[in-house]
């Protein structure tokens, strides 16, 4: 049985466990940089060689139990597996109270995710970590690209955006008022982690793309923009909002392999245990 991070079985059965993860193998619509499928397997390697103790928290979140619920397969099309991630989301918040996780891919996959979500729960919050907007009502012809993978949720909930600094024209529009911290502002302000928790509460679900970070960081995404987040502000951010808020589901996105991807898998693992670790001491 394989298990997350190679924990013991004991500690990663569905009915046991606080938190379920999925993981998303698709790469159907990225148009640079290719090899997001593999983000699933080199997270999950990743997480196996990752130390279990927490040292900032003096936890170890794996206790609390992690199952893994197996990958999402379907990629006849776009808009077939948003549709399979939605039902599969669906499935596992059917369990009460544990967290939803999934990790992709390209960041197409978090639209079924957001979708499911969002109809459990009210009032919620999407709070993305990106490079780009990925706020196009549709790409390539269809809704489902990685382009437009915040568009439903910009129109259905709160959208909160940290770090953009890539975006079409056209996107501008949707982009949400107050609700967008653009990377070179954040560069120049001490305050943004206050400023944009300001703008987030209730119901939070956290979509992180990798390409977020500097790529002096995270190298390996399809398309590292320059002058990005670095890794203990984005950590002090993610804790805070734990702390304020409800976070119901987060995934991560976009890591690609390449040719020396394993210091921003390595990143991946991390970023996925400290966020486990912010959710558990926060309750």
Known sequence: MQTYAGIPEENAQLESSKVVLVT???????????GADKGPEL?????????????ETGTEP??????????????????????AV????????SHEDKLFTLFGGEHSVSIGSIRAVGEKFENLTVLQLDAHTDLRPDFHGSTSNHAC????????HNLVQVGIRSGDIEEMQYVQEG????????????????????????????TIDLDA???????????????????????????????????????????????????????????????????????
Request: glycine share 4%; with cysteine; charged share 20%.
């Open 24 to 34: 998303v193998p698709y790469d159907g619509t990225s148009t640079w940089g290719k």
């Open 43 to 55: 997270f999950l390697d990743a997480s196996e060689n990752m130390e279990l103790y927490d040292i």
């Open 62 to 83: 794996y206790l609390e139990g992690v199952y893994l619920a197996g990958e999402i397969s379907e990629n006849s099309s776009p808009e077939a597996m948003t549709e």
């Open 86 to 93: 939605y039902q599969k989301t669906k499935e596992l918040l």
């Open 149 to 156: 993978a915040v568009f439903e949720a910009s129109q259905k």
């Open 179 to 206: 609700n967008c911290f653009w990377a070179h502002e954040i560069a120049t302000n001490p305050n943004w982690i206050d400023d944009v928790l300001e703008r987030v509460s209730g119901n939070v679900y956290i």
């Open 213 to 283: 970070f500097d790529p002096s960081i995270a190298p390996s995404t399809g398309t590292p923009e320059p002058g990005g987040l670095q890794w203990y502000p984005t950590l002090e951010l993610l804790k805070k909002v734990f702390e304020k808020c409800n976070v119901v589901a987060f995934d991560i996105v976009e890591l690609m392999d390449s040719p020396m991807p394993k210091p921003t898998a390595f990143l991946a693992a991390k970023l996925y245990y400290k966020m486990l670790a912010y959710y558990h001491i926060s309750k």
